[in-house]
């Protein structure tokens, strides 16, 4: 018997057919995917921008919050905004005349004194620290001019007597306190409207105390760039009614690829010394 075989396989027609249809598939598939993608895509994007300018706004509201009473001020300049303020560390209250407290070493308001002893547990002190007590912030009482402030000059540790550069301190504070002022801090937010990539929002510090505020900073030993993508900032600072507490309310705006985040922040600052 004759037996007789067929070639196996496709046509091109066959093959041209079978591609045209995958093609179509992939499109269909393509497109009923493409908008979940990209919402995926753009909520992780206003998630991590949210994330930056939440972290920004947090770790300035810390500060902010230890701001020494009365030393908060805000600047403008040609759309970039200054926030600066005299940072704190620690605090406690001083051995003063006839407060009933055991102890010789007062606080002496009459004229220049160079030491006192505190009421309480010993606090740290480090070099380069300054001792404020009762700064109202305005011309007389203000730390800014150094009238309300003294150089520590005693070791760095724990202290329960502090040693500091004669001052005549101009007030004296009614709950007898004092804190202990580490330095001036500037947060410095350029935003960029046009090229949001370009704005920047910066904290300085390690520098001079100065009687006008400095914008920018003027030779700060360190910074740190908090936020990118700075598209818009506002920052708004009211001392308050009875002086005895203030609120900065500060806006931030980051952008990226158009994305748009909107973060506000409402601080309150101790404004009695």
């Not at 407060?99 to 010993?122: E, I, K």
């Amino acid at each position: 018997m004759r037996q007789t075989c067929k070639d196996a396989g496709f046509s091109l027609i066959e093959m041209i057919i079978v591609i045209a249809i995958t093609g179509i598939v992939g499109s269909m598939v393509a497109l009923f995917l493409r908008v979940p993608l990209e919402s995926y895509v753009a909520q992780d994007r206003r998630a991590r921008l949210t994330d930056t300018a939440d972290t920004a706004l947090r770790r300035m509201s810390r500060d902010i919050r230890l701001a020494l009473p009365n030393s908060v001020r805000v600047t403008p300049v040609g759309g970039v905004i200054y926030l600066e303020f005299l940072g704190t560390r620690n605090g406690g209250r001083y051995r003063a005349q006839g407060d009933g407290s055991m102890g010789n070493d007062h606080l002496d308001f009459t004229a220049a004194d160079n030491s006192f002893d505190l009421l309480g547990p010993a606090i740290d002190m480090q070099a380069g620290d300054r001792i404020a007590v009762y700064n109202l912030g305005i011309p007389g009482a203000d730390a800014w001019a150094g009238e309300t402030l003294a150089m520590y000059a005693g070791t760095a540790g724990p202290q329960t007597n502090l040693v500091m550069g004669p001052r005549l301190f101009p007030l004296a504070s009614p709950g007898n306190r004092f804190q202990v002022v580490d330095g001036p801090v500037t947060y410095v937010c350029a935003p960029n409207l046009a090229n949001p990539d370009l704005g920047t929002l910066t904290r300085y510090w390690g520098y001079a105390i100065a009687v006008n505020q400095p914008t920018p900073p003027a030779a700060p030993t360190s910074s740190a760039l908090l936020a990118k993508q700075v598209r818009a900032c506002s920052v708004d600072y009211q001392p308050g009614i009875t002086e005895r507490g203030g609120l900065v309310s500060i806006t931030l705006e980051l952008s990226q690829t158009g994305e748009t985040v909107r973060l506000v922040a409402n601080t309150q600052v101790s404004n009695q010394p």
